[in-house]
């Protein structure tokens, strides 16, 4: 086990999912507390004091964004559970929908309590099937045992939840295209300033907070801001989960410690490479996240500091294991069609970038690259850099700069011998 | 007040205004496709990209000033950036200005020129779409010469409101189209999405490969199609390039009408109608004077009309609420004291033609009401017992319903049945072909000016009223 | 649609007054359920009943991938070619099936039982290879699964 766990700390069964079961683990018990005994504010500043940072992307500080939003302002304030998941090499907040739908509405309950936000939402992404399910029928459990809907648990707050399906669009993670979703349009992402804190949904002050971000809102108020910083490292306290796929042994879900040595994880947790090869790179958190090599994480901790100091970031934890004998340049070419496929289109840079990207590396990987290809890929992705509304084409830049900067030895044999290093080969199956 | 620099500048902002905004008022041009004043902020195109010191780029369009920020519109990395935009822009861009009519007043075009003027880095093929899709009877679009900036949807969610155009698909197979059950044919503000496109995507039907418009000048003038009196541009051929060897009408017709922004009336937009002022203007003119029915020198009709008028008892005049208010002065000034005045409606709704809304469109179709109705009161339904002679000036009488036996004076620039039906017919001059100005329905004076020669044979009212008056030479 | 209208306002009811918009991607996943494709007919429909505008359900049809404005085949393959399930051997499964099924991606078999789609990306890559089977999620994917699955489909 890879440190200690909060979330997935007890055993999956067919039956743990269900509003008696959390109830018998102990849950709701935060909320009734924060209820009877604690004003918002001071659900705000334990989470501040926790240091719980944001877990779907940016790691930026949770209860900074919600500060943003001014209590008592006279409008009504929103709060959005962000479970559209569709990083690629991201399936973690899909595991707390399907096995702790209640840990997640327990964590809306005290963020919308701290928030006073009479109305919550869940944006689930619509492919998903059993998640859907599960917290839908959490959220009937939950109103029906009187957690959501009014005078909550005999007391004067009420709050009600929606659960929101998406159709299929990336874009509608981010956390304004969401909100564009949720108002029935296409997910264009918007431009801040206003941030959505201050206009949000219908305007409206607005914190939307990755699902397992939520989770962990219980987490810090049951057991407390000093008992969550006892978990993890200092500048990164808690746990992650962490979703494995790729050539690895045991792909699935995982709660790291923060700070755990990532090789070990790798090679226990996880139960090593697939058919004992070669750790070639890492994705580390998504596809949006710079991939390193097997040197570089050789000593390197799972934590967000960590990360940040070899300029890449546990981003969603997503990570994709990627064993020796595989083309990178088939691996960006996939990475890029889906950032191809999912650009909104809005924005300049990214309309046209991510498709010259997709089509130059489309070339590359049909043996008819040019040797300035190399140079124009980085240029593409240096004007994606900063100059688009959401992060979509910022990330198809990193993702293209990423495996360059690492692997560009392999761009250049492709484009010189016409052909893969590795014949193009990508998967490595179960031996 | 905030105070910002830009480029060094101090540049004093006012609070709530974008930097982009405080940069034009500072007079710093700033380039924007998507922008647009009179439209919400899409910030979509990029191109406004500046530098703030200490804080990176961003869009100007979108970046509300605060005091003490150093703004940079031209530093090296704007320029970069701005060069990057370009490239991004006219990846699949078919760059076909040899044969598009935007050319020569193109913002894609003038930028290229200015901020990137090297040749596209890319070597893929092209994305392809539809080049000439039918919008509307009015109005074509080219998907490949796109640039998504969305100006014309926005225009028909928040200006026209007919939500007629949206955006079809996502990425860069991203199209706009117009929704199915409510064509854009209906919105009778559609054409100014033509204007608003700052490259060649939207097409007029009817101005569609006719002339490049280099070859154009235009005329400050008045649209006359209601009381609104929106300002506009009549373009024409400019007299250098007038053609001889082909058909020579060109050189007199007008190949466009686009809006003059003017805040007091019409901001930056104008109606359909007003588009297509050709269709009044270019009607089949009256060929000269008449004296029932026959051909006659102007000098023998003026003679004619004089002596009615001496003779005449009770004179009416039926004064045409499409005249100037130099026109009106003069019929007062020679006219006044003789005839018993009224204002008459020259022009009614045409079926199907939208009668008012709360944008621009009135529901009185003549355009200067205003200016006739300080002078005159309206025309009643039946003109006073007794009344032996009427002058009847411009379009929309029904002589059928004049008092029988009176005499009628008709001023009439067009052909019309009419016109032979007149004791004395005398042909006018139409708006294009003087200057003069029209009061609208709110009491703003806007001016017209000349930009034809007389139709042969027409004469200007105010020469006609002073001619009436008393002998005198007029040309004709 | 009409069908619908009493669960639609049943829905309504749930959301904060003034969220009619919002209404748009669940009563289209409805109306898809039910008709296995959205119509015309439901759009002008849809726009009247909710007060929105056409073009606004226009284009939600036409941007989001889940949404059909044409019927699929009985069983609708959709799996999934991302980094994930490509590198546990979707690329080689996507060929089996086309070869099994006779058809490209994109395409409905002559018998309309099945249409097969590519996708990116199902979140189900700890699962890969993963397609879904009309709304279901199927997993570990290997070409004798799938041949398995495609008899079990009728």
Request: aromatic share 8%.
């Amino acid at each position: 086990m890879a440190g200690r766990q909060l979330l997935m700390n007890f055993p999956v069964t067919a039956t743990s999912h269900t509003l008696a079961e959390y109830r018998a683990r102990g849950g709701y018990a935060a909320i009734d507390r924060t209820l009877r005994t604690l004003k918002p504010q001071d659900v705000t500043q334990e989470v501040l004091a926790a240091g719980l940072q944001g877990r779907g992307g940016a790691s930026f500080p949770t209860g900074r964004k919600w500060q943003v939003v001014v209590p008592g302002d006279g409008q009504p304030h929103y709060l959005i559970a962000n479970a559209d998941e569709g990083e690629p090499g991201t399936f973690k907040d899909r595991w707390i929908l399907e096995n702790a739908p209640h840990l997640l509405i327990e964590g809306m309950l005290l963020t919308a309590y701290a928030l006073e936000a009479r109305h919550c939402f869940i944006y689930i992404r619509g492919e998903f099937d059993l998640p859907y399910r599960r917290i839908a029928a959490a959220v009937e459990e939950a109103y029906a045992a009187g957690w959501l809907g009014s005078r909550i648990a005999g007391t004067d707050f009420s709050c009600d939840l929606i659960v929101y399906r998406g159709a299929g669009a990336y874009v509608a993670g981010e956390a304004s295209g969401l909100i564009a979703s949720l108002e029935g349009k296409k997910g264009y992402p918007r431009n801040r300033p206003p941030r959505l804190t201050v206009k949000g949904l219908y305007q409206r002050p607005t914190v939307v907070n990755n699902v397992e971000s939520l989770a962990n809102v219980t987490v810090v108020m049951r057991d407390g801001a000093a008992a969550f910083r006892t978990v993890g490292t200092e500048k990164s306290p808690g746990t992650r989960l962490i979703s494995v796929s790729g050539h690895i042994n045991r792909p699935g879900v995982y709660e790291v410690e923060l700070g755990f040595p990532w090789r070990r994880f790798i090679d226990e947790d996880c139960g090593g490479m697939l058919g004992g090869r070669a750790l070639k790179a890492i994705v580390p958190g998504g596809i949006s996240s710079r991939v390193l090599t097997g040197a570089d994480i050789g000593p390197l901790a799972l934590s967000h500091e960590a990360l940040w100091d070899v300029n890449s970031t546990l981003g969603s934890g997503g990570m994709i294991v990627i064993a020796e004998g595989t083309c990178m340049v088939r691996l960006l070419h996939i990475m890029m069609r889906f950032y191809h496929h999912e650009s909104c289109g809005q924005c300049t840079p990214c309309r046209h970038g991510t498709g010259w990207m997709h089509r130059i590396l489309e070339r590359i990987v049909a043996g008819q690259g040019r040797p300035e290809d190399i140079e124009r890929l980085y240029y593409i992705a240096k004007y994606n850099d900063g100059t688009t509304i959401c992060g979509l084409g910022d990330a198809a830049g990193y993702a293209a700069a990423g495996i360059l900067d690492k692997f560009r030895d392999e761009f250049e044999y492709c484009i010189e011998h016409k052909r893969s290093r590795y014949e193009g080969r990508i998967e490595c199956l179960r031996s | 007040m905030p105070e910002i620099l830009i480029n060094g500048r101090k540049v004093e902002a006012r609070a709530g205004q974008t930097v982009l905004e405080a940069a034009r008022e500072a007079g710093i041009f700033v380039p924007t496709f998507c922008w647009h004043p009179q439209l919400s902020t899409a910030g979509n195109c990029r191109m406004c990209l500046v530098e703030v010191e200490g804080r990176g780029l961003d869009i100007a369009c979108n970046m509300p000033v605060s005091a003490g920020m150093h703004v940079l519109t031209d530093s090296p990395d704007v320029q970069a950036h701005r060069r990057a935009m370009l490239q991004f822009i006219t990846l699949n861009h078919p760059v076909d200005c040899g044969i598009c009519d935007k050319a020569g007043e193109c913002s894609l075009q003038d930028y290229h020129y200015a901020y990137n003027g090297q040749p596209s880095l890319s070597v893929e093929p092209k994305v392809r779409s539809t080049k000439y899709y039918n919008l509307s009877s009015r109005i074509l679009l080219d998907n490949e010469r796109c640039i998504l900036c969305l100006r014309c949807t926005r225009f028909t969610h928040e200006v026209s409101k007919s939500m007629a155009l949206g955006v079809e698909s996502r990425g860069d197979v991203s199209v706009i189209r117009p929704v199915a059950d409510r064509p854009l044919g209906e919105d009778p503000y559609s054409d100014n999405i033509i204007d608003l496109c700052p490259v060649g995507a939207l097409q007029s039907r009817q101005f569609l490969h006719k002339t490049r418009v280099w070859y154009l000048e235009a005329t400050p003038s008045v649209c006359p199609g209601c009381a609104r009196g929106c300002t506009v541009q009549l373009w024409h051929r400019k007299r250098e390039w007038h053609v001889k060897a082909l058909d020579p009408a060109q050189n007199a017709s007008i190949a466009r009408v686009t809006p003059l922004e003017n805040p007091a009336v019409n901001g930056p937009w104008i109606c359909n109608k007003g588009r297509d002022l050709a269709k009044i203007f270019e009607r089949k003119r009256a060929a000269g004077p008449m004296l029932l029915g026959a051909p006659a020198t102007l000098e023998a009709a003026l003679e004619r009309a004089r002596e009615l008028i001496g003779a005449a008892r009770h004179p009416v005049a039926l004064v045409s609420s499409w005249g100037s208010n130099e026109e009106f002065a003069a019929f007062q000034r020679y006219l006044g004291a003789v005839f018993t005045g009224y204002v008459k409606c020259d022009a009614r709704p045409e079926p199907g033609e939208r009668i008012e809304d709360d944008l621009l469109i009135r529901a009185d179709k003549n355009p200067n009401s205003a200016g006739a109705r300080a002078l005159y009161g309206d025309a009643p339904d039946e003109l006073p017992e007794g009344t032996d002679l009427v002058l009847v000036w411009g379009e929309g009488c029904d002589f059928g319903a004049l008092p029988r036996g009176a005499n009628v004076i008709f001023l009439n620039a067009y052909l019309a049945p009419e016109n032979g039906h007149a004791a004395v017919f005398l042909p006018t001059t139409i708006q294009t072909e003087r200057s003069g100005h029209y009061t609208n329905f709110c009491g703003v004076v806007s001016g017209f000016q000349r930009c034809f020669e007389p139709a042969a044979g027409a004469v200007d009212a105010e020469a006609l009223f002073r001619a009436l008056a008393a002998p005198a030479r007029v040309h004709a | 649609m009409k069908s619908l209208v009493l669960e639609f306002e049943a829905m309504r009811a749930r959301f904060p007054a003034g969220f009619e918009s919002s209404l748009v991607l669940p009563c289209l996943r409805r109306i898809q359920e039910e008709r296995g494709y959205v119509a015309d007919s439901d759009i002008e429909e849809l726009a009247r009943f909710l007060g929105v505008p056409a073009i606004q359900i226009e284009e939600v049809l036409s941007f989001y991938t889940q949404f059909r404005r044409r019927p699929v085949g009985r069983w609708h393959l959709q799996v999934c070619r991302n980094v994930s399930c490509s590198m546990r051997g979707a690329e080689g499964l996507i060929a089996h099936l086309q070869r099994r099924l006779g058809v490209a991606p994109g395409a409905t078999t002559a018998d309309g039982r099945f249409t097969l789609t590519t996708v990116e990306c199902l979140g189900s890559c700890g699962t890969a290879p993963a397609m879904m089977v009309n709304d279901r999620y199927v997993e570990n994917l290997s070409p004798e699964s799938v041949d398995q699955l495609l008899k079990e489909l009728e």
